[in-house]
């Protein structure tokens, strides 16, 4: 698979990588573990070297099945991980930045994915209660002790951006990005242009809604994560179905699937991105890696830019207790 640099220090990563949260968190029961340890090891098979994880997801059983998958292959990957939440009695409890934290996490998290560094270690979310310049602080001293090879920001706002870097350089911002969410394109991505950062969307499928899989009579699993969300109501999605059937048009006139196309289309904004789409399924993952192959002209590209921008997506991405989370 191609590769793709994040950030001015050179982290090499495969242009698609695999959001592994989906595995053990947020979509309902957890993937069986045999299945899961076979979906990660055959990511590998297939060229991925950046899988994305946190402690918060299970809690902690993703990065203990990230870590007992990836274990014989380690220096061949480079694995993610995140910091920020309180933990208690295995749900979050809040925000949590503080120093003093964020190495009990990293010690934590390196035991759970048998390894002796984190590749690329993002605060989770932005806590406005610690000074990002003492977690960057902190993720620097991390670096220097030779526990983490780069620092990462989650759905952080550019001032923030610019106040972390100034103290430890930032390899890359994962937020979310893809044709039903746009926002990065006002202020964020030219500040990791200027910068040199490179940008890690998760939900680049608009968790899966983009796929054309899921309309306003599906039913999610009553643990699903998309239950609380404002644009996945049977409303929502009856609304937004327009953006599914035009990606979908679009995708049959250049022979690919609709989650191809979302996915090329994000490859195609800079050559510094890397989707990380997440799944349970084989086939959707040659799926979904099969997008680094297809080539958007410059016309296509007008095309989906120009019928996309058409479409006014109904519903807020968070309900309000979670957007305060983002941007910050």
């Given at each position: 698979?191609e590769?793709?640099?994040l950030g001015?220090?050179?982290?090499e990563?495969?242009?698609i990588g695999?959001?592994?949260?989906?595995l053990?968190?947020?979509y309902?029961?957890a993937?069986d573990?045999q299945?899961?340890?076979?979906?990660i090891?055959?990511a590998?098979e297939r060229?991925?070297?950046?899988?994305?994880?946190a402690?918060?997801?299970g809690?902690f059983?993703?990065?203990?099945l990230?870590?007992?998958?990836?274990?014989p292959?380690?220096?061949?990957v480079?694995?993610a991980?995140?910091f920020?939440?309180?933990?208690v009695?295995g749900k979050?409890?809040?925000?949590d930045?503080?120093?003093?934290?964020?190495?009990e996490v990293?010690?934590s998290?390196?035991?759970?994915?048998k390894t002796d560094?984190?590749?690329?270690l993002y605060?989770?979310?932005?806590?406005?209660?610690?000074?990002i310049?003492d977690v960057?602080?902190?993720v620097k001293?991390?670096i220097?002790?030779?526990?983490v090879?780069?620092?990462?920001?989650?759905?952080?706002?550019?001032?923030?951006?610019r106040?972390?870097?100034a103290?430890?350089?930032?390899t890359?911002?994962?937020?979310e990005?893809?044709?039903?969410?746009?926002?990065l394109?006002?202020?964020?991505?030219?500040t990791?242009q200027?910068l040199?950062?490179?940008?890690?969307?998760?939900?680049?499928?608009g968790?899966?809604?983009?796929?054309?899989?899921i309309?306003?009579?599906?039913?999610f699993?009553?643990?699903?994560?998309r239950?609380i969300?404002?644009?996945?109501?049977a409303?929502?999605?009856?609304?937004?179905q327009?953006?599914?059937?035009t990606?979908?048009?679009l995708a049959?006139?250049?022979?690919?699937?609709p989650?191809?196309?979302a996915l090329?289309?994000?490859l195609?904004?800079?050559?510094w991105?890397?989707?990380?789409?997440?799944?349970?399924?084989?086939?959707?993952l040659?799926?979904n890696?099969?997008?680094?192959?297809?080539?958007?002209?410059?016309e296509?590209?007008?095309?989906i830019d120009?019928?996309?921008?058409?479409?006014?997506?109904?519903g807020?991405?968070?309900p309000?207790e979670l957007?305060?989370r983002?941007g910050?």
């Open positions: 698979m590769k793709r640099t001015h220090a050179g982290l990563v495969s242009a695999l959001g592994c949260m989906g053990s968190h947020g309902g029961p993937t573990k299945q899961a340890l076979a979906l090891r055959g590998v060229g991925v070297t950046l899988f994305d994880t402690e918060v997801y809690p059983t993703n990065e203990e990230l870590g007992e998958a990836l274990a292959v380690r220096r061949q480079a694995i991980t995140k920020g939440f309180k933990i009695e979050q409890a809040g925000l930045s503080r120093p003093v934290h964020i190495r990293v010690e998290s390196l035991k759970r994915l560094v984190v590749d690329l605060q989770h979310r932005v806590d406005p209660n610690v000074p310049e960057a602080g902190t001293q991390l220097g002790q030779g526990k090879r780069y620092f990462g920001l989650s759905e952080a706002g550019a001032r923030t951006i106040r972390a870097h103290i430890q350089p930032i890359a911002l994962q937020s990005y893809s044709l039903w969410w746009r926002d394109e006002r202020e964020i991505l030219p990791l200027e040199g950062i490179g940008l890690v969307p998760y939900s680049p499928l968790r899966g809604f983009l796929t054309g899989a309309n306003d009579g599906t039913q699993d009553a643990n699903d994560f239950n969300l404002p644009r996945f109501t409303e929502g999605r009856k609304a937004n327009t953006l599914v059937d990606l979908r048009q049959e006139r250049k022979g690919v699937t989650a191809q196309i090329a289309w994000l195609a904004q800079k050559p991105i890397v989707p990380i789409p997440g799944t349970t399924k084989v086939q959707r040659e799926e890696l099969a997008a680094a192959d297809v080539q958007l002209t410059r296509e590209l007008r095309d120009s019928t996309i921008s058409r479409i006014d997506v109904q807020d991405r968070y309000a957007q305060e983002v910050r």
